[in-house]
C-alpha cells in the first residue's frame, strides 16, 4: 500500500473540499478557488473533515496513481490556506529587477532589458533590486513562472553570476591559471 496514498487529508477551517463527476475536484479556501480533474480510476470520498483517496487494485499504474493524487490535493488545499512562494536572488555587477504594475523588467547583462508579464494567479515581489519573490496558491503555476525566470540567465559555475533559488547551492568551478 502506498504510504503516501493511504494518509488521510486533513481540511482545515474555512476550507471546502467538492469532488464532482470525472474526479472534479475544487477545494476553496480563503486564499482562492482552485480545481483539477484527477484520474478517473481513484476513488475520492470527503468524510468527517478528512479526504481520503483508494485505489481499486494493485496493478503498477494504480499503485504509482494513488500517491500522486493524494499528493495533489494535498497541494490544493495547502495553497488556498498558506499559498507557496519561491525565492530568487540575482547576482552580478549590474544585474538588477524592477516592477512596474504586473510587469518584471530585468537587466541581466544583455543588449535589451528582459519584460516578463506576471500570470494570472501569480504575483512577484521584490525585495530591494536582486530578490524576487514569486508567490501564489498553485504550486506548479509558481515553480514554473520562477523555473521560468531563472532561465533567463542560469547562474554560470565560474562567478556564480545569474539568477539563482535562494536554497540553491551553486557548483563553482576553479578558471584557468596562468602559464607557470
Do not use: C, W
Not at 472534479?24 to 476513488?43: C, I
Not at 551553486?170 to 602559464?179: D, E
Request: hydrophobic share 35%; proline share 5%.
Amino acid at each position: 500500500m502506498s504510504r503516501i496514498g493511504r494518509m488521510p487529508i486533513a481540511i482545515p477551517a474555512g476550507v471546502t473540499v467538492d469532488v464532482a463527476e470525472n474526479n472534479k475536484v475544487t477545494v476553496k479556501g480563503p486564499k482562492g478557488t482552485l480545481e483539477r480533474v484527477l484520474p478517473q480510476e481513484m476513488e475520492i470520498k470527503v468524510e468527517a473533515g478528512h479526504v481520503v483517496v483508494s485505489r481499486p487494485n494493485d496493478l503498477k499504474k494504480m499503485k504509482s496513481l494513488h500517491g500522486l493524487t493524494r499528493t495533489l490535493i494535498h497541494n490544493m488545499v495547502v495553497g488556498v490556506t498558506e499559498g507557496y512562494e519561491k525565492k530568487l536572488e540575482i547576482n552580478g555587477v549590474g544585474y538588477r529587477a524592477a516592477k512596474a504594475g504586473k510587469k518584471l523588467t530585468l537587466s541581466l547583462g544583455y543588449s535589451h532589458p528582459v519584460e516578463m508579464e506576471d500570470p494570472e494567479g501569480i504575483e512577484t515581489v521584490l525585495d530591494g533590486q536582486n530578490i524576487i519573490i514569486v508567490k501564489g496558491i498553485d504550486k506548479e503555476k509558481v515553480g514554473q513562472f520562477a523555473a521560468d525566470i531563472r532561465d533567463k540567465r542560469r547562474p554560470e559555475p565560474y562567478k556564480g553570476k545569474g539568477i539563482k533559488y535562494a536554497d540553491e547551492t551553486i557548483r563553482r568551478k576553479v578558471g584557468k591559471t596562468g602559464k607557470k
